[in-house]
């Protein structure tokens, strides 16, 4: 259960997947101020309403003037919306997949991420990108990466994965309203798996985590849909009697280390778990920052897992042993447990 929720009155709610749940945002936020554009690759219904379906009905509602189907051109769709946040809009780009934003990295990195810095402040880049990965498919190397280690390597940009589909809309609520630009993953699974959302779902802060289950053993912390990966072995640790605190990050630049640091503190043990290469992966920045800060009132080293260091598989079962499996975070678990 969700912290968020523990003393909070009963609220309607309504069934959704993800997808819904952005194009829900997306219409909201259109709806209530005109300086809201979309555009991408095949976004308008004439062309299916995007890859997945997740733009479906806009550009009828809004029209192509708002909804802008463009070419298959990554750099030309950030220069665009670069271009129309610094001109009073507040667009939201999509690029079809995560890997494709490397074709776009001078625009993302060198333009829409710096150019409040080196305006002094003067201009905003207030614009959303939006992009879809995930291994788990067989969509293979040049499709499945998670890249956000780069983006939240470079100041300027804020990073979101949302897990669930109310942290879907009401993530993407904040993030349209954000003053600078802002990167949401749209990781595989997250977006088929219905669940609750309040009928009334607002926005969600920006750098806020959302711890999901309370324990007292250790902390896990995850993201995205390796969290259904990590529920998976929470409920099977909790079986077993360990007592799992378990966080998700939702937000990966800037992360909120107030709440990952007072749950660490408290469990005295932290494993970090991420879709993403282990190797230079958040999950270090993660363990580097616990350890300076706690140093001395942990009971055991901060775990990681990821990914290995080798590109995405295109074969079921090597693609399987590529991700991070429950049998993973509970031996894990354990392990860090038994130390101390």
């Not at 031996?331 to 130390?339: D, F, P």
């Amino acid at each position: 259960m969700s912290t968020d929720t523990l003393d909070a009155p009963v609220v309607e709610t309504v069934k959704m997947n993800g997808l819904q749940a952005i194009n829900a945002a997306l219409m909201e936020a259109m709806e209530a101020d005109p300086k809201v554009l979309v555009l991408g690759e095949d976004i308008a219904d004439n062309e299916g309403g995007g890859v997945v379906g997740v733009t479906r009905g806009l550009s009828t509602k809004f029209g192509t003037m708002r909804v802008r189907s463009t070419p298959i051109s990554e750099q030309a769709i950030i220069g665009a919306a670069i271009g129309a946040a610094m001109g009073g809009y507040k667009p939201v780009a999509e690029i079809m997949l995560m890997n494709f934003t490397t074709v776009a990295m001078d625009m993302i990195v060198n333009h829409a991420a710096k150019l409040r810095f080196m305006s002094g402040g003067q201009s905003q880049v207030p614009m959303v990108i939006r992009t879809l990965t995930g291994a788990g498919n067989q969509t293979a190397g040049q499709h499945a990466d998670f890249y956000e280690a780069w983006f939240c390597h470079t100041a300027g940009i804020k990073v979101v994965i949302p897990w669930t589909p109310a942290d879907f809309k009401g993530l993407y609520l904040s993030a349209i309203q954000d003053p600078d630009p802002v990167i949401i993953v749209e990781s595989g699974k997250t977006l088929f798996v219905p669940m609750d959302v309040p009928v009334n779902q607002g926005p969600i802060p920006l750098g806020k985590a959302n711890v999901v289950a309370p324990g007292s053993q250790i902390t896990i912390v995850s993201y995205g849909q390796m969290m259904f990966t990590v529920m998976q072995a929470y409920e099977e640790l909790t079986k077993a009697g360990v007592s799992v605190e378990v966080i998700d990050l939702r937000t990966i630049s800037p992360w909120d280390k107030e709440t990952v640091l007072a749950s660490a503190e408290k469990t005295g043990r932290l494993l970090v778990v991420h879709e993403a290469g282990r190797n230079f992966g958040p999950g270090a920045e993660i363990a580097a920052t616990v350890q300076e800060t706690l140093f001395g009132k942990l009971k055991a080293p901060v775990g990681r897992l990821g990914a290995p260091y080798c590109s995405v598989p295109f074969a079921k079962k090597l693609e399987d042993a590529f991700l991070v499996q429950p049998p993973e975070i509970i031996a894990e678990a354990q392990r860090l447990v038994a130390m101390g």
